[in-house]
Protein backbone atom coordinates (compact mmCIF):
# COMPACT_ATOMS: atom_id res chain seq x y z
CA UNK A 1 0.00 0.00 0.00
CA UNK A 2 0.93 3.32 -0.66
CA UNK A 3 1.86 5.49 2.22
CA UNK A 4 3.11 8.89 3.79
CA UNK A 5 3.82 9.25 7.14
CA UNK A 6 3.86 12.48 8.85
CA UNK A 7 5.12 11.82 12.37
CA UNK A 8 4.12 15.06 14.21
CA UNK A 9 0.49 15.77 14.42
CA UNK A 10 0.67 19.41 15.76
CA UNK A 11 4.44 21.85 15.69
CA UNK A 12 4.69 25.11 16.63
CA UNK A 13 7.26 27.83 16.35
CA UNK A 14 8.14 31.85 16.88
CA UNK A 15 7.88 34.46 14.78
CA UNK A 16 11.09 34.72 12.17
CA UNK A 17 12.34 31.42 13.66
CA UNK A 18 12.55 28.10 11.67
CA UNK A 19 11.09 25.19 11.56
CA UNK A 20 11.25 21.79 9.97
CA UNK A 21 8.21 19.52 9.44
CA UNK A 22 8.80 15.94 8.36
CA UNK A 23 7.40 13.41 6.01
CA UNK A 24 8.50 9.84 5.03
CA UNK A 25 6.83 7.55 2.19
CA UNK A 26 6.80 4.17 1.08
CA UNK A 27 7.14 3.34 -2.36
CA UNK A 28 8.65 0.80 -4.51
CA UNK A 29 9.12 3.01 -7.68
CA UNK A 30 12.56 4.82 -8.67
CA UNK A 31 10.20 8.20 -10.56
CA UNK A 32 7.60 9.87 -8.54
CA UNK A 33 6.72 13.37 -7.56
CA UNK A 34 6.44 15.00 -4.24
CA UNK A 35 4.52 17.71 -2.82
CA UNK A 36 3.66 19.80 0.08
CA UNK A 37 0.90 21.48 0.19
CA UNK A 38 -0.60 24.18 2.49
CA UNK A 39 -4.60 24.01 3.99
CA UNK A 40 -4.84 27.53 6.04
CA UNK A 41 -8.08 27.34 8.19
CA UNK A 42 -11.10 27.97 6.02
CA UNK A 43 -9.62 28.21 2.89
CA UNK A 44 -8.23 25.77 0.25
CA UNK A 45 -4.88 23.93 -0.13
CA UNK A 46 -2.64 25.38 -1.69
CA UNK A 47 1.12 24.05 -3.20
CA UNK A 48 3.83 25.14 -1.58
CA UNK A 49 6.87 23.25 -2.91
CA UNK A 50 7.25 20.40 -5.30
CA UNK A 51 10.35 17.63 -5.97
CA UNK A 52 10.62 15.71 -8.75
CA UNK A 53 12.41 12.37 -7.75
CA UNK A 54 15.11 12.21 -10.01
CA UNK A 55 15.99 15.25 -9.52
CA UNK A 56 18.89 15.26 -6.38
CA UNK A 57 18.88 18.93 -6.02
CA UNK A 58 16.53 19.82 -3.23
CA UNK A 59 13.63 22.20 -4.59
CA UNK A 60 13.24 25.48 -2.88
CA UNK A 61 10.52 28.46 -3.01
CA UNK A 62 11.58 31.28 -1.17
CA UNK A 63 11.67 30.84 2.61
CA UNK A 64 10.86 27.20 1.97
CA UNK A 65 12.86 24.42 1.39
CA UNK A 66 13.10 20.62 1.55
CA UNK A 67 15.31 18.02 2.38
CA UNK A 68 15.18 15.30 0.24
CA UNK A 69 16.52 11.89 1.07
CA UNK A 70 15.38 9.04 -1.27
CA UNK A 71 17.24 6.12 -0.28
CA UNK A 72 15.69 7.08 3.41
CA UNK A 73 11.94 7.70 1.81
CA UNK A 74 12.31 11.58 3.26
CA UNK A 75 10.74 14.26 2.44
CA UNK A 76 11.12 17.06 4.88
CA UNK A 77 9.98 20.82 4.89
CA UNK A 78 12.11 23.70 6.23
CA UNK A 79 10.17 26.84 6.63
CA UNK A 80 12.77 29.66 7.46
CA UNK A 81 11.84 33.54 8.98
CA UNK A 82 8.41 31.68 9.85
CA UNK A 83 5.45 34.11 9.25
CA UNK A 84 1.89 34.59 10.90
CA UNK A 85 0.63 33.76 7.58
CA UNK A 86 2.29 30.31 7.82
CA UNK A 87 -0.16 29.18 10.37
CA UNK A 88 -1.72 26.31 8.62
CA UNK A 89 -2.34 22.30 8.16
CA UNK A 90 0.77 20.84 5.94
CA UNK A 91 -0.14 17.82 3.86
CA UNK A 92 2.80 16.22 2.68
CA UNK A 93 1.77 14.08 -0.49
CA UNK A 94 3.41 12.05 -3.45
CA UNK A 95 2.32 10.42 -7.05
CA UNK A 96 3.92 7.75 -8.69
CA UNK A 97 4.72 7.33 -12.37
CA UNK A 98 1.64 5.75 -14.00
CA UNK A 99 -1.04 6.89 -11.45
CA UNK A 100 -1.88 10.69 -11.53
CA UNK A 101 -3.36 10.32 -7.79
CA UNK A 102 -2.02 12.27 -4.70
CA UNK A 103 -1.54 9.96 -2.10
CA UNK A 104 -1.73 12.41 1.31
CA UNK A 105 -0.12 11.99 4.88
CA UNK A 106 -2.51 12.91 7.77
CA UNK A 107 -1.08 16.66 8.44
CA UNK A 108 0.42 18.85 10.31
CA UNK A 109 -1.06 21.73 12.23
CA UNK A 110 1.62 24.46 12.21
CA UNK A 111 0.75 27.54 14.80
CA UNK A 112 3.43 30.50 14.86
CA UNK A 113 3.47 32.54 17.74
CA UNK A 114 4.14 36.21 17.88
CA UNK B 1 -11.29 35.05 -9.89
CA UNK B 2 -10.13 32.14 -12.53
CA UNK B 3 -9.70 29.63 -9.69
CA UNK B 4 -11.80 26.54 -9.89
CA UNK B 5 -14.92 26.21 -7.81
CA UNK B 6 -17.12 24.42 -6.28
CA UNK B 7 -20.98 24.59 -5.83
CA UNK B 8 -22.46 24.17 -3.45
CA UNK B 9 -19.87 25.16 -0.81
CA UNK B 10 -22.34 23.12 2.42
CA UNK B 11 -24.63 20.22 2.06
CA UNK B 12 -26.89 19.26 5.19
CA UNK B 13 -29.51 16.48 4.19
CA UNK B 14 -30.88 13.17 5.82
CA UNK B 15 -30.04 9.75 5.05
CA UNK B 16 -31.02 7.89 1.94
CA UNK B 17 -31.31 11.43 -0.11
CA UNK B 18 -28.99 11.68 -3.23
CA UNK B 19 -26.74 14.65 -3.53
CA UNK B 20 -25.08 16.26 -6.51
CA UNK B 21 -21.95 18.27 -6.42
CA UNK B 22 -20.45 20.23 -8.98
CA UNK B 23 -16.50 21.37 -10.20
CA UNK B 24 -15.71 23.89 -12.42
CA UNK B 25 -11.91 23.37 -13.13
CA UNK B 26 -9.81 26.18 -14.69
CA UNK B 27 -10.33 26.51 -17.81
CA UNK B 28 -7.73 25.37 -19.85
CA UNK B 29 -6.99 22.29 -17.55
CA UNK B 30 -7.66 19.17 -19.00
CA UNK B 31 -7.24 16.88 -16.17
CA UNK B 32 -9.74 16.82 -12.91
CA UNK B 33 -9.40 15.43 -9.31
CA UNK B 34 -11.98 14.60 -6.81
CA UNK B 35 -10.94 13.85 -3.51
CA UNK B 36 -12.68 13.21 -0.02
CA UNK B 37 -11.63 14.87 3.21
CA UNK B 38 -13.00 13.77 6.67
CA UNK B 39 -11.66 15.61 9.96
CA UNK B 40 -7.86 14.93 10.69
CA UNK B 41 -7.41 13.28 7.87
CA UNK B 42 -5.07 14.21 4.55
CA UNK B 43 -7.52 14.18 1.50
CA UNK B 44 -7.96 10.70 -0.06
CA UNK B 45 -8.48 10.40 -3.98
CA UNK B 46 -11.55 9.23 -5.60
CA UNK B 47 -11.63 9.59 -8.58
CA UNK B 48 -9.83 11.67 -11.89
CA UNK B 49 -10.74 12.46 -15.59
CA UNK B 50 -8.65 13.53 -18.24
CA UNK B 51 -10.76 15.70 -20.76
CA UNK B 52 -14.15 13.52 -20.63
CA UNK B 53 -12.76 10.14 -20.07
CA UNK B 54 -12.48 8.25 -16.74
CA UNK B 55 -9.42 7.34 -16.23
CA UNK B 56 -8.94 6.00 -12.38
CA UNK B 57 -10.87 5.38 -9.64
CA UNK B 58 -10.23 4.69 -6.17
CA UNK B 59 -12.04 1.80 -4.37
CA UNK B 60 -13.68 4.27 -1.74
CA UNK B 61 -15.91 5.07 -4.79
CA UNK B 62 -18.49 2.63 -4.15
CA UNK B 63 -21.61 1.89 -6.59
CA UNK B 64 -23.37 4.78 -4.78
CA UNK B 65 -20.92 7.01 -6.21
CA UNK B 66 -20.55 8.27 -9.64
CA UNK B 67 -18.34 11.14 -11.25
CA UNK B 68 -18.90 12.39 -15.10
CA UNK B 69 -17.35 15.01 -16.99
CA UNK B 70 -19.54 14.85 -19.95
CA UNK B 71 -18.09 17.62 -22.19
CA UNK B 72 -14.72 17.56 -20.58
CA UNK B 73 -15.22 21.06 -19.01
CA UNK B 74 -17.40 20.89 -15.52
CA UNK B 75 -17.86 18.02 -13.40
CA UNK B 76 -20.37 16.61 -11.05
CA UNK B 77 -20.14 13.76 -8.48
CA UNK B 78 -23.58 12.38 -7.58
CA UNK B 79 -23.69 10.08 -3.86
CA UNK B 80 -26.66 8.13 -4.07
CA UNK B 81 -28.95 6.82 -0.68
CA UNK B 82 -26.32 8.98 1.18
CA UNK B 83 -24.62 7.58 4.75
CA UNK B 84 -23.35 9.20 7.48
CA UNK B 85 -20.40 8.31 6.83
CA UNK B 86 -20.52 10.19 3.51
CA UNK B 87 -20.28 12.77 5.88
CA UNK B 88 -16.85 14.67 4.69
CA UNK B 89 -15.69 17.53 2.25
CA UNK B 90 -15.45 16.82 -0.86
CA UNK B 91 -12.61 18.64 -2.80
CA UNK B 92 -12.10 18.67 -6.71
CA UNK B 93 -8.28 20.14 -8.55
CA UNK B 94 -7.48 20.35 -12.11
CA UNK B 95 -4.45 20.07 -13.33
CA UNK B 96 -2.99 21.05 -17.06
CA UNK B 97 -0.52 18.28 -17.26
CA UNK B 98 0.63 14.77 -15.40
CA UNK B 99 1.98 15.33 -12.24
CA UNK B 100 2.28 18.49 -12.39
CA UNK B 101 0.69 21.06 -9.16
CA UNK B 102 -3.18 20.67 -8.96
CA UNK B 103 -5.02 23.29 -8.19
CA UNK B 104 -7.67 22.61 -5.45
CA UNK B 105 -11.29 24.29 -4.78
CA UNK B 106 -12.70 25.30 -1.52
CA UNK B 107 -14.24 22.10 -1.30
CA UNK B 108 -18.05 21.28 -0.56
CA UNK B 109 -18.76 20.26 3.03
CA UNK B 110 -21.59 17.46 3.36
CA UNK B 111 -23.49 16.70 6.48
CA UNK B 112 -25.18 13.59 6.39
CA UNK B 113 -27.80 13.87 9.11
Known amino acids: AQTVTQSQPEMSVQEAETVTLSCTYDTSESDYYLFWYKQPPSRQMILVIRQEAYKQQNATENRFSVNFQKAAKSFSLKISDSQLGDAAMYFC???????????FGKGTKLTVNP | DTGVSQDPRHKITKRGQNVTFRCDPI?????LYWYRQTLGQGPEFLTY????????KSRLLSDRFSAERPKGSFSTLEIQRTEQGDSAMYLC???????????FGPGTRLTVL
Open chain 2, 27 to 31: SEHNR
Open chain 2, 49 to 56: FQNEAQLE
Open chain 1, 93 to 103: AYNQGGSEKLV
Open chain 2, 93 to 103: ASSLNPFDEQF
